[in-house]
């Protein structure tokens, strides 16, 4: 009962119960199922036809739910390489660009998060001096300004002769990638199913779940055509809005991707690599909690 959209599932059929009970009702009570009978063929054949279009709703939301994850799990793994490859090309003794290095990493995660949300939200963000907060406050694409905080970190240190030609070639993919995973989850965010077409199939689950009370009642009478229509709708609205839950998988929904999580595992990774005789402290986990 925690999931909306399970909760929404459930008052739907309770209100098409009470329809299906109101409907079959007059209808054995006045005798009036073989005026009003309806061939239950029909509503065999607009069945199947309704099951292929909720296949294929229900495989294009999972498809782009897949398509975040799998982005985001790109960008785990390129996190920690970058991490990684600092480490072992940043002076030892370079505490504080090392330090800097795990900040913009983690906050570009903590920002990109929200981004894909309802924009970012500053104040989550980690290690931010006030003049660097006002410098973010300025930026329509805080993500992007961080990422480029990063490009220029990297460089900044081999125009410095702290690392190689070779170094920069190595950070170039981790760099990249970056931006690369950020647009692919934008292009999920901004590219939603069609407005129509997910109307469309909800228009034609609600007429189907109206008109098949009139052609269950006549063979199966009252008490056992309401709890199977009941159980019909179900099926239907239920996988149409499970698709839809999952369509947006950036979202705070139940079935959406954890993405604060992932978010907090790549700071706690990039900090233990980078800095591995600190931790983030105990205040800072509980502000990064409230992100959940």
């Avoid at 739910?65 to 799998?70: D, F, I, S, Y």
């Avoid at 990422?147 to 970190?153: C, Y």
């Avoid at 981790?174 to 939603?192: F, M, N, V, Y």
Wanted: charged share 20%; aromatic share 12%.
């Amino acid at each position: 009962m925690k999931s909306w959209t399970m909760v929404k599932i459930l008052r739907g059929t309770l209100i098409m119960g009470v329809f299906a009970f109101v409907v079959c009702f007059p209808l054995d009570y006045f005798e009036l199922t073989e005026k009003l009978k309806i061939d239950l063929g029909v509503f065999s054949f607009l069945g199947v036809v309704l099951s292929i279009l909720l296949v294929f709703r229900t495989n294009t939301a999972y498809d782009r739910w897949w398509e975040g994850r799998k982005q985001w799990g790109a960008l785990v793994n390129n996190c920690r390489n970058m991490a990684i490859m600092a480490n072992v090309t940043f002076p030892k003794e370079d505490q504080a660009n090392r330090h800097q290095l795990a900040v913009l990493i983690s906050n570009f995660c903590i920002s990109f998060k929200e981004h894909l949300r309802k924009g970012t939200k500053l104040e989550e963000l980690i290690f931010v001096s006030e003049s660097e907060l006002e410098i973010y406050k300025t930026k329509t694409h805080v993500p992007n300004h961080i990422s480029n905080q990063i490009h220029d970190l990297v460089q900044q240190q081999y125009k410095k002769g702290y690392i190689t030609g070779e170094d920069i070639l190595n950070f170039k993919p981790q760099l990249q990638s970056l931006l690369d995973i950020l647009g692919a989850c934008e292009r999920i965010k901004k590219t939603p199913i069609p407005f129509s077409y997910a109307t469309y199939i909800k228009i034609f689950i609600l007429a189907y779940a109206l008109l098949i009370p009139f052609a269950l009642a006549p063979i199966l009478g009252m008490w056992a055509s309401v709890p199977i229509v009941m159980i019909i709708f179900f099926a239907f609205i239920g996988l149409e809005l499970m698709a839809e839950e999952i369509q947006d998988p950036f979202g705070l929904d139940c079935n959406n991707l954890p993405t604060g999580t992932i978010a907090h595992t790549i700071k706690n990774n990039v900090f233990e690599i980078l800095e591995p005789e600190k931790k983030v402290t105990k205040i800072e986990h509980k502000v990064y909690e409230k992100i959940f």
